[in-house]
């Protein structure tokens, strides 16, 4: 592998391309090589066991494609899965729970953080524990909102009913005075109008996607794997109903998809 190999991207489905996204607009040199494990989707609501078998198989298949370093955009991966990939393969890996707790715990005022994420990355009590390694006095409220995937994945970003939901979830945060809110799944970038109206404009959200994508640029520029020139070819990759995927890529990042495949 050289600067010239691919940079691989997993999800458990298409909210990974959240993090496509910011890297494409980052690094646009780069070639990215994305895989969405559609048949499986979703993650958030499985055991740890599974989450943590699915994210091996996931870099296999990436590392077949001879990428050069690992993005784990999904969260509940990056939740359980991170640190057994690490000790597993020598490529740079890089998880979306670090970069976003650490701006968090950076940029609160008051010490109050909520974090909102699937079930199963709540249940890790990783957002947490990475904010309090960096911020001793950060008080971190955790909620899981698992109907947020599937009203992204319809589409309905500023629905009646996403409103209503959101209302709903968020008002525990809200009445805890957080300052700051991790968007902590790779769908809620998309629902970002809609959370903010909820918990008012002062609050600030935090986007792990683009704190990621910062990232990987600092570690390629490190490991000398930067492409430095050239324009990125981005190719996708998915287990299960690739049309489907192309349809709705198109809101996730920005532009559409010539080819999706198995
Ligand atoms: N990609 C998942 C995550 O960020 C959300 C969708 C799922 O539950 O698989 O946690």
Redesign the pocket.
């Known amino acids: 592998m050289d600067a010239n190999s691919a940079i691989g991207v997993f999800?458990?489905?298409l909210?990974?391309l959240t993090v496509v996204k910011e890297l494409i607009e980052r690094l646009p040199h780069e070639h990215i090589v994305y895989y969405g494990d559609t048949a499986r989707?979703?993650?958030?609501?499985?055991s740890k066991e599974s989450i943590v078998e699915f994210s091996h198989e996931n870099t296999e298949i990436l590392l077949n494609r001879k990428v050069k370093m690992i993005v784990v955009?999904?969260?509940?991966?990056?939740?359980y899965a991170i640190n057994s990939l690490k000790k597993k393969y020598e490529l740079p890996i890089l998880g979306?729970i670090e970069p976003g707790a650490s701006a968090a715990a950076e940029q609160t005022r008051n010490n109050r953080i909520g974090v909102i994420?699937?079930s199963?990355?709540v249940k890790s009590g990783q957002y947490a524990r990475h904010i309090q390694r960096r911020n001793q006095r950060a008080e971190v409220i955790s909620k899981a909102c698992?109907l947020f995937?599937p009203l992204v994945e319809e589409g309905w970003f500023d629905d009646p009913a996403t409103r209503q939901i959101a209302r709903r979830y968020l008002g525990e945060l809200k009445q805890a005075d957080v300052d700051t809110v991790i968007l902590?799944?790779?769908?809620y970038p998309l629902l970002r109008d809609v959370i903010q109206r909820t918990m008012g404009r002062d609050v600030l959200l935090v986007d792990s996607a683009r704190e990621v994508a910062q990232r990987v640029q600092r570690i390629l520029h490190d490991k000398k794997l930067t492409r430095a020139r050239g324009q990125g070819r981005h190719k996708f990759y998915v287990s299960d109903k690739p049309q489907e995927f192309g349809r709705i890529a198109q809101n996730f990042l920005g532009q559409s998809i010539k080819a999706v495949r198995i």
């Open positions: 999800d458990s489905g909210g990974g989707v979703p993650y958030g609501t499985k955009a999904c969260n509940s991966s990056s939740s979306v994420a699937t199963a990355t698992p995937v902590g799944c790779t769908h």
